[in-house]
């Protein structure tokens, strides 16, 4: 949240996040056109009926007494970002408006409407009113007033982007803000990526050999969903810059001139959903300690894809790609599911020929989930690619805040316990990371197993499943990767865990109704794994050896062992002698078995080891989650 005190100036923003201001400079001065002295006239009298009516909403908002507060999470110029991790972010809604502020509304409007007959070309007149006209949702009426513009201004595309943005209609927006593009006076810029992307992203994006594809990467990986037509991550960005060139001269309820500062923190996180005022506890001095906090989307995330994303997607292992919700670098709410969690996922590969098969097994979290629900997979590869930025963040701030005592470590978030409601679909989707070709396949239900078969690549792997009518979504997105098997070697595929009892399958097809959603099993109990092995020859036999290592895949890499071979003091669940194919082509196996009961619940990593005569070993490792 937003908030601003005349004294020391603060800023507050999201219910994600809040800034501090630090000092109060002069109003900017306006510009003014000569040529036209009753042009002039009006556009100053416009600009006073603006200025006067955001006095009035400032002055009039009903004081609450503020806790004590605490120190900066983020210093952006002159205002301090701070993210409210303890209020019941679930519970706030936007407040009812007071009656006087609507009825003020319409008085400005009227008066900006009247003025603008006058000067019809006045291009901050109609943003000004688009504006407000938005404030109260009145977007056909702000769309009907931006189409007497006429064909071919770049300032009246951009405005009816705003609005179709606005509308959910993503798709024109989309196309209205390349074309605005296209309209824009030679050495405008509609959008910079300067003030948006982290450090290590900007690094990314500005070494690229080719940034116009690299921006492309950027939005195509930040669509909050591919279930949901268009990409309102992308137009949403571009409906803030429309926003920064409306508000740029206008006057703000912080009362301070417009800055990068207050730009970077528009890009970053979006106009404010609602305004309060804030009463500090009395410091013993006529100090005014009151202050305008501007509340943003509590459940705003972060979607901007971290830089390993950026730079080589299909690199980005399962789980190391979260939604950041504690301290995103950029917030964003998606209005048709501001509820989008983690989606439990396993997904293992298998080849067809010179093809890709994927199969993905899915499941919402469920209720007695023991992991932090901001992890996009239950899969214990979590690295959280955004770790290390946060704590350099924290780090910074511990040595520089002017604003107090350093903030204390968070709590984890708690797990989320709602079911979905009313009908959900839920897909399948492999992006491909050179061409950007999209494949998928698409159906019903929370849960279930899709399995999808592309051209061997380089791809995103992504998982969804949205509740329209709950705005919930979950999802899982990550990358991978596999290259043609060269004639004369063997290979196997990922390892599958599949739930025990019953019969052992013989097939692929077999197995698929039985994957696990998630890799989490219980010590002790019987599971079934599965495997492909793929260019063995006719009776050519095997040693087949299967133990359980503590730690995930994150643990090894992090100690900087690849898993090529189990640990000698690694537990062995089984070792088996396999005969080997009767034909030639695709083997399938599949095994039971339990996990000794006195294994401690934690992040384990299962392996299997295929040893063949005069062949390099082919280890194959899952990680999984031994719960209690």
């Known amino acids: 949240m937003l908030g601003f005190t005349r004294t020391r100036p603060r800023l507050i923003l999201p219910a994600a996040a809040f800034a501090v201001l630090a000092a109060t400079p002069a109003l900017a001065a306006q510009d003014r056109d000569a040529a036209n002295p009753d042009s002039v006239s009006l556009h100053e009298r416009a600009k006073e009926v603006q200025a006067r009516f955001e006095r009035f909403r400032e002055e009039r908002i009903p004081p609450e007494l503020a806790g004590y507060g605490r120190g900066c999470d983020e210093i952006v110029g002159r205002f301090c970002l701070r993210f409210e991790e303890g209020e019941d972010e679930s519970e706030w809604t936007v407040p009812e408006e007071p009656i006087e502020f609507g009825m003020a509304r319409v008085q400005v409007l009227q008066e900006l409407a009247e003025i603008h007959r006058q000067i019809p070309r006045d291009s901050w007149i109609l943003g000004q009113r688009v504006f407000y006209m938005g404030e109260v949702g009145n977007w056909q009426g702000a769309a009907s007033l931006i189409s007497r513009c006429g064909g071919g201004n770049w300032w009246c595309t951009s405005l009816l982007g705003f609005v179709r943005h606005e509308q959910g209609d993503w798709n024109t927006a989309a196309d209205l803000f390349a074309l605005a593009i296209t309209q824009m ?32 990467r950027l939005w195509l990986l ?129 080849r067809r020929g010179d093809s890709l098969l994927v199969v993905g097994a899915f499941a919402p979290q469920e209720e007695d989930a023991t992991v932090d629900s901001r992890r996009q997979s239950m899969n214990p590869r979590i690295v959280d690619l955004r770790a290390q930025r946060n704590e350099d963040r924290g780090d910074q701030q511990a040595r520089l805040n002017p604003f107090g005592a350093p903030p204390e470590e968070p709590l984890p978030l708690p797990v989320e ?212």
């Open 417 to 628: 316990e709602r079911q979905p409601e009313g009908p959900v679909q839920s897909a399948l989707f492999l992006i491909d990371t050179e061409s950007g070709e999209q494949h998928e396949v698409r159906g019903e239900g929370p849960s279930g197993v899709y399995q999808l078969q592309v051209p061997n690549g380089r791809y995103v792997v992504g998982i969804e499943a949205f509740s329209p009518d709950a705005k919930q979504a979950w999802r899982d997105r990550h990358g991978l990767w596999q290259d043609p098997l060269a004639p004369g070697l063997a290979a196997v595929s990922d390892l599958l865990i599949l739930a025990g009892g019953g019969e052992i399958p013989t097939s692929l097809e077999e197995a698929l109704p039985t994957a696990l959603s998630a890799v989490r099993v219980r010590a002790g109990e019987p599971f079934k794994l599965a495997w492909e092995l793929y260019g063995l020859q006719i009776g050519e036999s095997a040693t087949v050896r299967i133990g359980i290592d503590e730690g995930g895949v994150g643990f090894f890499r992090a100690v900087g062992q690849f898993l090529r071979v189990l640990q000698p003091d690694s537990p062995v669940l089984m070792t088996y002698q396999d005969a080997g194919p009767d034909v030639l082509g695709t083997v399938f196996r599949s095994v039971q078995l339990s996990l000794p009961p006195d294994l401690e619940p934690g992040e384990y990593t299962l392996t299997v080891e295929i040893a063949l005569a005069g062949r390099e070993p082919m280890t194959v490792p899952r990680p999984i989650i031994i719960v209690p």
């Open 185 to 216: 006076p030679e050495g405008e810029t509609f959008l910079s990526l300067g003030l948006l992307l982290d450090p290590d992203a900007l690094e990314v994006y500005e070494n690229a050999s080719d940034q116009a594809a690299a921006e492309e």
């Open 222 to 350: 930040s669509d909050p969903l591919y279930l949901v037509d268009g990409n309102d991550r992308m137009t949403e960005q571009y409906a803030r810059a429309v926003l920064i060139r409306m508000r740029r001269e206008a006057v703000n309820p912080y009362g301070v001139e417009w800055g990068d500062d207050i730009e970077e923190l528009t890009l970053r996180y979006g106009a404010e959903r609602a305004w309060e005022r804030r009463r500090s506890l009395p410091n013993g001095t006529l100090q005014d300690t009151r202050s305008i906090v501007g509340r943003h989307h509590p459940k705003s995330q972060e979607f901007l894809p971290p830089d390993l994303a950026l730079e080589d997607p299909a690199q980005v292992a399962p789980g190391d790609w979260t939604l950041e919700q504690r301290r995103p670098w950029t917030g964003y709410a998606p209005p048709y599911a501001p509820d989008l969690n983690a989606l439990e996922t396993q997904v293992a590969r298998f």
